[in-house]
């Protein structure tokens, strides 16, 4: 009933998040700086141990969202690197200097992500009509959005999330910033309509980017989620 997602840097990480319980898993380099494309080598060392589905980070710089002619080339590159891989998808977001979607780029990038899962990421919080973003992301065939709802964290944007998921049914919006397995099931009561959890900083120690994944919080977590969806069949 629910989805876990669980940020991986390192091949351990991918071992250890799907061995306790991870549904699926996005992998970044350089986590501290948001997460951005990890590099060849990487993406194929995770191939070869991954056993649950992979969303690779398509993002070449830290810093804003707004790319060049010659970035956009290099993530249309990268995408292709994925696709010949094998993995699942790839979480992407493009803005404009106006801080709207920059349609222009992010159908050259579509256009080389055929077959591909999608996840536009938390970019869209950044956003300066998400009314707006949601048409124009729909439009595009993108069916999943990571966000916390404008807020610091999922919970300072509980009501955003909320009204974005009764109003937007279609849509798949991803909650994921400041939630672990110790919160996670008052998030959830508080916004029961969020079926896919996205967590990083939360499963590792002491909330720390550059730590690995400790198990016993993937599976922590994990826990949390089976007994809220026991809880919801038994009701």
Known sequence: MYTLEIIASTPK??????????D???LVSGFSEGGLTPSLG???????VAKIPVMVMIRP??????YSDEEIDIMERDIEVVKKIGLAGIVLGVLGTDKKVNVTAL???????TGLDITFHRVFDECSDLDHTIQTLTNLGIKRILTSGRGENSFLGLEMLNCLHKKYQHMIFMPGVGLDAENLMDFIRKTPLSKEIHLGLGVRAAKDPLKDVQGEKVLRARGVLDSLAKEWCNN
């Open 13 to 22: 990480d991918v071992i250890v998040a799907q061995e306790n319980g991870a």
């Open 24 to 26: 699926r898993l996005e």
């Open 42 to 48: 990487l993406i194929e060392q995770v191939k070869k």
């Open 61 to 66: 710089k830290g810093g804003n969202f707004v």
């Open 107 to 113: 159908n050259r990038l579509l256009a080389k992500s």
